[in-house]
């Protein structure tokens, strides 16, 4: 079988994707391979296809139980005989499954790094012919990297004790140099074939929105998006409890998921996500790796994360499979300053020198500043993003919030002024919302209880809405005319450039959106189908569910969204013609095919053409 067969048999694609075909050549001729790719790339076709053409066992080092159980519930799907084996089995289905292996029946094995220092593992790998040796979410490795595994740094030795050198190949979405380099260098890849291809993602939309409540934004784009599946990352525990208890109080199916919970109500409620049971999650960054479901239409931060690894990575959970989604991130410069001080108080890494310490954390800092000039920036988003990893980006990607906006720019330099002017009045005492209450004139308990409709700047700006004075108070901290003091209610200061605009009176420009600008329609998937083919679709999708019910698999491991529309929209009449939609391999067709195509004959017969 050619590599070319196998991707159309097993996985029922037509072709490969960029980058995957030189890395199958590399794996396939027994040397090593440093791939990195944006989370939905199609890192496991890479390793996947090799195993299946190879002539022995192929073992794939994973971090993540849960992880495995879905690859592999998936590869046995498409036909691939595999397993795993994990801290989830049972001794007696260890043995097992060690007994099964021994006897060849997988080509593909997924283990936890832990057990390959196992007596038992060991004795099988000694024995066991070993072609190739994939490890997944290879960042791991490195204490640079921000998922830091003690056990990855095991694959060495353990490679290095099988009797014959197999392929290896190394796998993550983390790009910076010096993670990079500890992989090539810990996992002693020599010579590998260097992949690393691009990081955008086409069909993500990009937005970044700074509101008044967060919850009422959150709340908005959550409704906007019925019958949808999100995700929505708080940065704390507290946080994931809040919102989601939120948004199941305004009617949302909601569910949560963070490191405090018990592992039951954890496992429990991620099945409920996958399995489309609940449609938004709720999380900390605890939730997602290795979290496979491909038709995640939208993916929102309630925080801003520490960094743009984090951000892309997490927002790129969203639309992995190649559908139009969105990713939003609600922004407030409380974010900004809570990380600044998790970096500056975080503990120390065991057996981290100081000197090191240091090191990270002005490096963390750095990132930090990185990520908060995503937020802010009037630019191209994708641009942005695209250039942090090292890519060049045309200037406007033409579908980014930024880009689909007219900005104008309005010099705000006489109401600054007025601002710095209120701050000192105030006693450098008040929070931003306090200030633009006097500012405005508005008559609130607060303003009332302190007496500031007595002070001179009451009611100074009051031709402008709330809403702009507190933008205009924003964009003075951005600017460092103003500052915040630290701590849970931050007062507004005078800061440095607070004197300089008061003395020199210079205009300021600030940018602000005037309006939409005109583009080309996008909707999310599956919005734009209509008529007859949206039914269709949903029909199918109703099939779906009650296959992967019965069988107690998520639906998208059955057949993902992308599948079931183009099945829609082509309403394939023959076992042949089935086969011809992207994602419908021999196995999956001979397994459901005449199911689905008696629905689609169901339907048109119902009188639709
Ligand atoms: P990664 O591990 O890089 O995040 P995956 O391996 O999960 O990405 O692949 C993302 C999605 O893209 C999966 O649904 C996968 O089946 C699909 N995919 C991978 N390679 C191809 C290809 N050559 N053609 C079409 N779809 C592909
Ligand atoms: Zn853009």
């Known amino acids: 079988m ?70 592999v519930t998936q590869l046995v799907q498409m036909g691939v005989p595999a397993a795993f084996l994990n801290s989830s089995l049972t001794f007696k289905q260890y043995l097992l499954a060690l007994d099964r292996a021994r006897a060849g029946r997988y080509k593909i094995i997924y283990v936890a790094p832990e057990r390959l220092e196992t ?59 010096d993670v990079k380099e500890d992989i090539e260098r810990l996992l002693a890849l020599k010579e590998p074939l260097r992949i690393t291809t691009g990081f955008d993602r086409e069909n993500l939309y990009f937005e970044v929105q700074q509101p008044d409540s967060k919850k009422a934004a ?134 981290m020198d100081a000197a090191t310490a240091e090191r990270l954390q002005e490096r963390d800092l750095q990132r930090l500043r990185r990520m908060a000039g995503y937020c802010r920036t009037r630019h191209c988003l994708r641009q942005y993003i695209l250039q942090y990893f090292g890519e060049s980006a045309p200037d406007c990607c033409g579908t980014c ?21 209120c701050v000192a009045e105030l006693n450098q005492a008040f929070g931003v919302g306090i200030v633009a209450e006097t500012l405005c004139g508005a008559e609130t308990d607060k303003v009332r209880k302190y007496h500031l409709d007595r002070e001179r700047s009451y009611g100074a700006l009051r031709e402008l809405p709330q809403k702009e004075v507190r933008e205009r108070i924003r964009f003075l901290l951005d600017e460092g005319i103003l500052t915040l003091s630290p701590g849970q209610y931050p007062v507004v200061r005078l800061g440095e450039r607070a004197e300089d605009i008061v003395r020199n009176g210079p205009a300021l420009w600030m940018k602000t959106v005037r309006d939409q600008r005109p583009a080309p329609s996008r909707k999310e998937a599956p919005g734009e189908l209509d008529g007859p083919a949206a039914e269709l679709f949903g029909r199918l999708r109703a099939l779906r569910a009650g296959i992967a019910r019965r069988q107690g698999v998520p639906a998208y491991v059955v057949f993902t969204d992308k599948t079931l529309r183009e099945m829609a929209l082509c309403r394939p009449g023959s076992l042949q013609e089935l086969q011809a939609v992207s994602g419908v391999g021999a196995a999956k067709a001979e397994r459901y095919g005449r199911q689905f195509l008696a629905e689609i004959s169901a339907f048109e017969s119902g009188g639709y053409s």
Request: aromatic fraction near 10%; charged fraction near 25%; proline fraction near 4%.
């Open 218 to 351: 959150l709340l908005e784009l959550v409704k906007g998006r019925p019958g949808k599946c999100g995700i929505v990352y708080c940065a704390t525990r507290k946080n994931v409890e809040e919102v989601c208890g939120f948004l199941r109080e305004r009617g949302v199916s909601a569910t949560r998921y963070h490191a405090g919970l018990e592992a039951e109500e954890r496992r429990q409620n991620q099945e409920d996500f996958l399995y489309d049971r609940a449609q938004v999650m709720v999380a900390t960054n605890a939730f997602g790796m290795g979290i496979d479901k491909s038709d995640v239409r939208y993916v929102i931060h309630y925080n801003m994360p520490k960094d743009i690894e984090s951000y892309y990575q997490e927002a790129g959970r969203a639309g992995r499979d190649g559908l139009p989604s969105s990713c939003i991130l609600l922004y407030s410069g409380q974010d900004v300053r809570t990380n600044e001080f998790l970096i500056t108080h975080g503990e120390l890494r065991e057996g």
């Open 401 to 421: 919030y930024n880009c689909l906006h007219n900005f104008e720019e309005v010099d705000v330099g006489r109401e600054a002024r007025t601002i710095v002017a």
């Open 2 to 71: 050619t590599k070319e067969e196998a991707l159309k048999t097993y996985f029922g694609y037509d072709a490969f994707r960029g980058g995957q075909e030189a890395v199958i050549d590399a794996l396939l001729a027994g040397g090593n391979a440093l791939v990195i790719m944006p989370t939905g790339a199609g890192k496991s076709v890479c390793y996947q296809v090799p195993a299946l053409l190879l002539p022995g066992i192929t073992l794939v080092i994973s971090p993540l139980v849960s992880l495995m159980r879905d690859q």
């Open 119 to 177: 007596e038992g593992f060991r004795s099988f790998a000694e024995h066991a012919d070993i072609s190739l040796v994939a490890v997944d979410e290879a960042h791991c490795i490195s204490q640079w990297g921000q998922d830091f595994r003690p056990s990855y740094l095991n694959i060495p030795a353990f490679v290095a004790s099988l009797p014959k050198r197999p392929a290896v190949g190394a796998f993550t979405a983390t790009a910076t140099p």
